[in-house]
């Protein structure tokens, strides 16, 4: 893989901060707390998208279900007990 040379400015208690990490010793050098660092705002970014996602508009599944059919409503209505839980008692 290749890396691209790059540099960053880095304050001052951002540095103290680097030493201390790499006192405790879960980190080699600077370089991996920082992509330590990316990783985590990565994650961030992915899990604030998932927030961002918004449900259905109102009425939009009301109106898809008017649209089916007799035969795919009772395929819908089969497949939601099939992946409901088990009703109490049912497996004894």
């Known amino acids: 893989m290749y890396c691209m040379p790059m540099s960053a400015t880095v304050t001052a208690v951002n540095k103290r901060l680097i030493r201390e990490l790499l006192k405790i010793g879960r980190w080699n050098n600077e370089s991996e707390v920082l992509r330590y660092g990316l990783h985590l705002v990565a994650l961030e970014v992915e899990e604030q998208q998932r927030r961002s996602l918004s449900a259905y508009p109102p009425g939009l599944l009301a109106k ?20 409901a839980l088990p009703k109490k008692g049912e497996l004894e």
Do not use: H, P, V
């Open 64 to 83: 898809a279900y008017k649209q089916m059919s007799a035969k795919e409503l009772r395929e819908d209505r089969a497949t939601g007990r099939a992946c």
